[in-house]
């Protein structure tokens, strides 16, 4: 029987509950890669915070959703095609390409899939348009659905958003999450926050250890 959801930060039910992390990917996660983003070198606010608290904070969730037996997922920009002919239009507009195949387009070492972890390459921002991964989270049982990514307010606001639609329970662990200011991580925060619980990855661990059966 499901359990009855009556807030937003509704205790997570085993089975019920995985992990998707949003373009944590070597190409958009390490400097001199994103050929969208040249300027942006290993000093730079986007790259530091990855460093120093994103990328340290998603391995903590990794580890903690694999203790506890809660799936992870993994989406990814990458084309379906080496030419990009299937990609989005903004993403063409935006400079935004990763070839099918790239290894520089694979989530980054720290995150590495395991064997039958699920990685969704899709070509949009919206992994909820360019993917099936609806689908796939219905098929797996899943009402709860966690969220770090980058960045925060562009492909990660859309996850946020589209899962919301679609009927997940939404959590954001935003010490988990990057973009390229300080300003616009907040601002995104507070535009998305009514459809999700966001909050931060040690309360995210804990709730993993404590899965309600």
């Known amino acids: ?21 949003v373009d944590i990917q070597e190409i958009f996660c390490r400097p001199g890669l994103d050929p969208a983003h040249p300027e942006y070198t290993a000093d730079h606010y986007y790259f530091k915070r990855l460093r120093e608290t994103a990328i340290p904070n998603q391995v903590k969730l990794l580890e903690a959703a694999r203790a506890a037996g809660v799936p992870v997922l993994h989406t990814i920009i990458e084309a379906l095609t080496r030419d990009g002919r299937d990609i989005s239009l903004d993403h063409r507009l935006s400079n935004i390409f990763v070839p099918k195949g790239l290894p520089e387009g694979q989530p980054i070492r720290e995150l590495a899939p395991i064997e039958n972890e699920i990685v969704l390459p899709k070509s949009s921002s919206g992994v909820f348009n360019s993917t099936a991964i609806d ?23 859309m996850a946020v958003r589209d899962a919301s639609d679609r009927g997940y329970m939404v959590s954001v662990a935003a010490d988990a999450c990057a973009t390229y200011s300080q300003e616009r991580h907040d601002a995104a925060l507070r535009a998305f926050g009514g459809y999700g619980w966001i909050t931060d990855t040690a309360t995210i661990t804990a709730r993993f250890n404590g899965l309600v059966k």
């Open 1 to 21: 029987m499901a359990h009855a959801i009556t807030r937003r930060d509704a205790p997570y039910v085993k089975g019920e509950t995985a992990l998707l992390f």
């Open 135 to 157: 689908y796939v989270l219905k098929n797996m049982n899943i009402r709860y659905l966690v969220i770090a990514g980058v960045v925060t307010d562009q492909c990660v606001d």
